[in-house]
């Protein structure tokens, strides 16, 4: 079984939960993890740890999505890379975490990750740039 994790700086984990919630409805179910000003980073590891649960759910994959690669909240998740069963992508977006869950269950997890990922970098576009060369001139 997938278990999906969203890790960030400041809410960002938790409105991008809010706007899944909001496109695919309730079924889909991800943890998240906000980390602030008012929280040590000794608070926020054990936090994630409990979300884990790698001691007890040796079955499950856990996914966490982080917001940017270095920061801090990335390399608190990246030290439970350790266990096979831990994946960390950074850099996530709407649209990684949409295709994440409806394709979750689909595919394997290495299977999953890199179709998603290249999804999402696919999905970056610069707009005026497309529409430009499809307006003839």
Do not use: W
């Amino acid at each position: 079984m997938k278990k999906f994790i969203i890790a960030s700086h400041g809410n960002l984990a938790k409105e991008l939960k809010n706007s899944v919630h909001m496109i695919m409805g309730d079924a889909y179910e991800m943890e998240v993890v906000c980390m602030d000003s008012e929280r040590t980073m000794d608070s926020i590891k054990e936090e994630i740890s409990e979300k884990l649960n790698v001691v007890d759910d040796k079955d499950s994959e856990y996914i966490i999505l982080t917001d940017v690669l270095g920061g801090s909240i990335a390399n608190l998740c990246a030290e439970f890379t350790s266990s096979s069963n831990v994946h960390v992508i950074t850099g996530f977006n709407l649209s990684l975490v949409l295709e994440m869950l409806s394709l979750k269950d689909a595919m394997t997890t290495n299977d999953l990750i890199d179709h998603c990922v290249h999804q999402a970098k696919n999905g970056i576009v610069y707009v005026n740039e497309l529409l430009s060369k499809s307006i003839p001139q």
